[in-house]
């Protein structure tokens, strides 16, 4: 059964420092990958998606991630984080050929001006 | 732009009572899922329905049951409702997953069972 892992439960950085979390999953066969985030008092909202091709995925708001396949991996990153990137990130997976998305526990992210 | 919709922000329910949550998709999607997000537990599916009257269980389906009768409404229903059902409840939908397709999210709803 596919599962996703996020082991950063509370990451605290100040402002313009870069941000790295981690992302693994279970699942040995192919995968949809996707990186959300949810900003305080609001809905869940997609940053990212790795479906294929290119390991190296662009976000919006100057996001981006890197699938390693070896590592079972999506890492999302950001050279410079803002006050406004004060949020929870979601990590979530989902089985080619299967309708069931799968999430992670989430990291808080603290950005302190 | 695609909107979901449930029809609470906040719901107060007594111990024992039946429970329904409505989410409302205008996308035409044929995915639609009920997630509970919980402090420290991230987002767990509860059911999930992949077309009209089709339903799969997801991961903590005990407690509840779904309700599918037309594409666009998909309603989470709690039998009997108990304090540990105390929670955010999410709905989201998607086309079918395949590459490029993602799931949308509601606003959630705040259900406090006492």
């Known amino acids: 059964a596919q599962s996703v892992s996020q082991h950063n439960h509370h990451v605290i950085l100040s402002e313009a420092a870069s941000l790295e979390l981690g992302c693994n999953y279970s699942?040995?066969?192919?995968?949809?990958l996707f990186w959300y985030v949810q900003y305080p008092g609001q809905h869940l909202q997609l940053l990212l998606k790795?479906?294929?091709?290119?390991?190296l995925v662009k976000g919006i708001k100057g996001f981006e991630a890197e699938f390693i396949k070896s590592k079972f991996s999506l890492n999302l990153r950001k050279p410079s984080v803002q006050w406004s990137d004060t949020a929870e990130y979601f990590c979530?997976?989902?089985?080619?050929?299967?309708?069931?998305?799968?999430f992670g526990t989430g990291t808080k992210l603290q950005v302190i001006p | 732009d695609v909107k979901v919709t449930q029809s609470s922000r906040y719901l107060v329910k007594r111990t024992g009572e039946k429970v329904f949550l409505e989410c409302v998709q205008d996308?035409?999607?044929?995915?639609m899922f009920w997630y509970r997000q919980d402090p420290g537990l991230g987002l767990r599916l509860i059911y999930f329905?992949?077309?009209?009257?089709?339903?799969e269980k997801g991961d903590i389906p005990e407690g509840y049951s779904v309700s599918r009768e037309k594409k666009e409404r998909f309603s989470l229903i709690l039998e009997s409702a108990s304090t540990n059902q105390t929670s955010m409840y999410l709905c989201?939908?998607?086309?079918?997953?395949?590459?490029?397709?993602?799931?949308?999210f509601g606003q959630g709803t705040r259900l406090t069972v006492v």
């Open positions: 989201a939908s998607s086309l079918v997953l395949g590459e490029g397709a993602e799931a949308f």
């Open positions: 699942y040995g066969g192919t995968v949809n």
């Open positions: 790795y479906f294929s091709g290119d390991p």
């Open positions: 979530a997976v989902n089985e080619r050929g299967y309708q069931k998305v799968t």
């Open positions: 996308m035409d999607h044929e995915n």
């Open positions: 329905s992949y077309d009209v009257k089709m339903k």
